[in-house]
């Protein structure tokens, strides 16, 4: 069955780090978009970072360029987003999403919370 876990959230100081991964099980990950997005209360869903399995390439919002790193373990099929230098506004429930232009497809996991605050 096609499914997407993601773990790793939690409670963490400002100024701390947090890995989150995400485990992909009934899916190749050949020609995909892997995601995260996050969404805080009260506000839309926001695209984080994304990373991309044709070539590796991967893209960060302007909000966590420099402080987070998107990476995948190909054979385990896990994305990881490591995040550091956590700030109050990175609290937030992220989501790990696997996208497909051809054929189309576009699958979210349930979201892991993270909470930045001292």
């Known amino acids: 069955q096609e499914k997407l876990v993601e773990s790793g959230g939690g409670l963490v100081q400002p100024g701390g780090s947090l890995r989150l991964s995400c485990a992909a099980s009934g899916f190749s990950l050949d020609h995909y978009s892997i995601g995260w997005f996050r969404q805080a209360p009260g506000k839309g869903r926001e695209g984080v970072s994304c990373i991309v399995t044709t070539d590796n390439s991967t893209y960060y919002a302007d909000s966590v360029k420099g402080r987070f790193t998107i990476s995948m373990d190909t054979g385990k099929n896990i994305v990881y987003l490591q995040m550091t230098n956590l700030k109050p506004e990175d609290t937030a429930v992220y989501y790990c999403?696997?996208?497909?232009?051809?054929?189309?497809?576009?699958?979210w996991g349930q979201g892991t919370q993270v909470t930045v605050s001292s």
């Open positions: 999403n696997l996208h497909r232009v051809f054929p189309p497809l576009d699958y």
